[in-house]
């Protein structure tokens, strides 16, 4: 494997992670959100 390749592939798992994490937390917020509305409207 040469260098570059290695790089790429870095990149693309930090990528990966960051997206993942962002969506994760998101989602969290999000259902969060929701489930307190849903509570609220009971």
Known sequence: ???STLDLLTGVIAIAILI???VMMFTT???TKFNTKKGAKK
Request: no cysteine; glycine share 22%.
């Open 1 to 3: 494997m040469d260098t």
């Open 20 to 22: 993942g994490g962002m």
């Open 29 to 31: 917020v999000f259902t």
